[in-house]
């Protein structure tokens, strides 16, 4: 049967899900009303592990683990390869040894998946997945004594971070950075490569029908209005899939977010520097604090407490439809801009809530934050492992981690299994590309150029 497939919206989700449909052999066509791909809420982590989030079940965690080791295979241009230090502040009530057991789950698991198959070994040797450093380990590679790789990762940490401010041992694990920028350019270069995926950018979706088994689709495109004709509708609008669920009468509960990270720079900051994380309580001043190195000595912040990354009226849950109503001040943010004096105000507490644990960390610079709205399905907003659900012929795209995308495309497929398939091969794409049109992106996007690259480039033999 041939089937005509339409995905409405071109976040990570769909153009994740057009570009896996595509290379099985489905033929699809994408809505995007933005100009580029990907180009709405930030992602900045991998989440290999689900490690930064202390609250979530280790079930969860596996699975992050699984599907990011996918998503590095997808998009290994936008891959940070540094590893992510995690520090307990003295203040905290946790014991940083509980979080030692997880790992050790981890670390196997990922033994298991490279037995399963060895393309799997994304995340280097599992014996290095994580390591374990106490005081006294810091205070040798203080004085210059390094063991091995992940030791000379933690110089920056010990040089910069005052050690008595944190409980004991400190971890250290391969969690690297995801480029937005980079998985934005990926994705525009290898959807407009294929000859099974039809894009429309700049095109919005005004209406979703359903009449005698197809769903007609009402679009502008170039000023102009268009109707037509789709077999099956994979919703992936993001913060706006409720919309979609209200043109077709479906009924589904999910929660919507705004949050912020704050972009400064600092000119200790180079490739060395790993990612550093200082836990904390999600929604009390003392928030999960982040640092996160970019190339050229940009820093991203995030801190989860409700006047930095976290806003007070900043999470909202459906009520009589399915698309909850955030407050218009966030969506004039996104559609528009963002006052520059809250930007400002909102940055120097980031630095400020950063500096407590990185004494010399004063930067007064700030840029755009990257910042945006993102869905949680159902009735648990800690949950940060979802993938999709469905009705006839329409499926809804759920993530709420930019790994869970390969899971949820796999999902998809399955309820195509009917459809005609002429499978392609995924286009190859260079560094080199990806270098040029991420600049691009960032710049056009109000961003430094600089933060369209990364410090340490994924060598992968794969989509080189
Ligand atoms: C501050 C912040 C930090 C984050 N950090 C991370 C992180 O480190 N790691 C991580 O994995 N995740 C992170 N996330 C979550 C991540 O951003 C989201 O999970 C992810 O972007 C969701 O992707 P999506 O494709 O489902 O939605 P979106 O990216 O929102 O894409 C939906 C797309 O649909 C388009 N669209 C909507 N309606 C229409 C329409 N009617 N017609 C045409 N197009 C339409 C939109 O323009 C948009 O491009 C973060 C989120 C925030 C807010």
Sequence with gaps: MRCKVAVIGGGIAGSSAALYLASKGIEVELFEKKRFLVEGPPMCHLHAGGNLYREISINQCIQLLKESIDLIKLYPHAIDKRPTVIATPVYDEDNPQNQIKKLEILKNE??????????????????????????????????????DENDKWIIPFVE?????????????????????????????????????????LNTEVIKTEKKDNKFIITY????????????????????????????????RERFVEFKAAYVTKWDKVDKNWPEIIFHGVRGTPQGMGQFTPYYGGYVQLHAMSKDITLFNDGLVKTKDSSQPKLP??????????????????????????????????????YFKPLFGAQQIPGNDET?????????????????????????MSEEILKKLKNCDKHPEILPKITKEEVDKFAIEIATKRGYPKEMGMVNNPYKSKENL
């Design 383 to 407: 949950l940060r492992a979802a993938e999709v659900s469905f009705e006839e012929d329409y499926a809804r795209c759920e993530i709420v981690k930019a790994s869970s995308v390969f899971a």
């Design 328 to 365: 218009q001040k966030y969506i004039n943010y996104i559609e528009k801009n963002w006052d520059e004096e809250s930007v400002k105000d909102r940055t120097l507490k980031a630095i400020k809530h950063l500096n407590q644990f990185i004494p010399k960390f004063n930067s007064k610079e």
């Design 160 to 200: 910069n971070v005052d050690l008595e401010k944190i409980k004991y041992p400190v971890l250290l694990v391969q969690e690297y950075g995801l480029n937005v920028f980079r998985i934005s350019a990926m994705a525009n270069l290898m959807l407009n490569r294929m000859k099974n995926v039809k894009l429309h």
């Design 110 to 147: 990922y033994k298991k998946l490279i037995e399963l198959d060895q393309s799997n070994k994304v995340l280097g040797e599992p014996e290095n997945y994580y390591k374990v450093y106490k005081k006294e380990d810091l205070e040798r590679i203080k004085k210059g004594e390094i063991k």
């Design 220 to 251: 502008k495109e170039n000023g102009k209005i268009y109707k037509k004709k789709f077999d099956y509708v994979i919703n992936a609008a993001g913060f706006e899939s409720g919309k979609i669920d209200d043109d077709l009468g479906y009924k």
